[in-house]
T-cell receptor, first 112, second 117 residues
C-alpha cells in the first residue's frame, strides 16, 4: 500500500520568512496530493491540493509542487505569519478505494 | 455544504466499557467513510474504510473485533470501541468522500477525544 514520508517534523521560522515542507510517496499510482493544516484538537483543514497531471499550483502565499518522477511533493509558504503556526500534514490518494494516507506531520512555528 | 457531524466530541469511559462514535453526513450521501486515529502530536492513521451496506475493510494491524464499524445507511457510520482500555485513548476522526467537489471531496468530522480511565 501507499506510504508517505514527511520532513521535517518540526520547523521554526521568523515571521516573514519562507517555510518548506517536503513529502515523498511510494505508490506511483497515487494521483491526488492534498495538504492540511491542523490546529490542536481540531479537524484537518485543506489548504491546497494538487493532482498528478499538474506540476505546480499556487494560492496566494501557499504553493505546492509535484515531481511525479521522483515521487515527491512540497509545500511552500511565503511571508509567514504567526497565525500560520500549526501542524501541517501532506497526504496521498492512491487507487485503493480512494484512501488518503497521511504523512507524519510538521509542526510549524512562526516567531514574531 | 458537505458537512460531516461527529459525536460525541469528548468522552471519558471506564476500562472495559464500550463507546460508540457517530458520524453523520448532513447534506450529502456518504457511500464511503474513512476512520482515522490520531495520537497526540502524531499523524492520522487510517484504521478502516466503511462502505454503506457492506463490511468494513480494516487496515493491517487494526483489530476488527475491537473496533466495530457499522455503515448501515448512506448518512450514518459508527465506530464502536469495545472493551476499551487506557491504550485506546486517542483522537478518533472520520472522513467522507463527496462526489462532485473539486478536491476529490474529502470532508472531515470534528473528531472525538476518547479517554479511557
Amino acid at each position: 500500500g501507499e506510504n508517505v514520508e514527511q520532513h521535517p517534523s518540526t520547523l521554526s521560522v521568523q515571521e516573514g520568512d519562507s517555510a518548506v515542507i517536503k513529502c515523498t510517496y511510494s505508490d506511483s499510482a497515487s494521483n491526488y496530493f492534498p495538504w492540511y493544516k491542523q490546529e490542536l484538537g481540531k479537524r484537518p483543514q485543506l489548504i491546497i491540493d494538487i493532482r498528478s497531471n499538474v506540476g505546480e499550483k499556487k494560492d496566494q502565499r501557499i504553493a505546492v509542487t509535484l515531481n511525479k518522477t521522483a515521487k515527491h511533493f512540497s509545500l511552500h509558504i511565503t511571508e509567514t505569519q504567526p497565525e500560520d503556526s500549526a501542524v501541517y500534514f501532506c497526504a496521498a490518494m492512491g487507487n485503493q478505494g480512494g484512501k488518503l494516507i497521511f504523512g507524519q506531520g510538521t509542526e510549524l512555528s512562526v516567531k514574531p | 455544504g458537505a458537512v460531516v457531524s461527529q459525536h460525541p466530541s469528548r468522552v471519558i469511559c471506564k476500562s472495559g466499557t464500550s463507546v460508540k462514535i457517530e458520524c453523520r453526513s448532513l447534506d450529502f450521501q456518504a457511500t464511503t467513510m474513512f476512520w482515522y486515529r490520531q495520537f497526540p502530536k502524531k499523524s492520522l492513521m487510517l484504521m478502516a474504510t466503511s462502505n454503506e451496506g457492506s463490511k468494513a475493510t480494516y487496515e493491517q494491524g487494526v483489530e476488527k473485533d475491537k473496533f466495530l464499524i457499522n455503515h448501515a445507511s448512506l448518512t450514518l457510520s459508527t465506530l464502536t470501541v469495545t472493551s476499551a482500555h487506557p491504550e485506546d485513548s486517542s483522537f478518533y476522526i472520520c472522513s467522507a468522500r463527496v462526489s462532485g467537489l473539486s478536491n476529490y471531496g474529502y470532508t472531515f468530522g470534528s473528531g472525538t477525544r476518547l479517554t479511557v480511565v
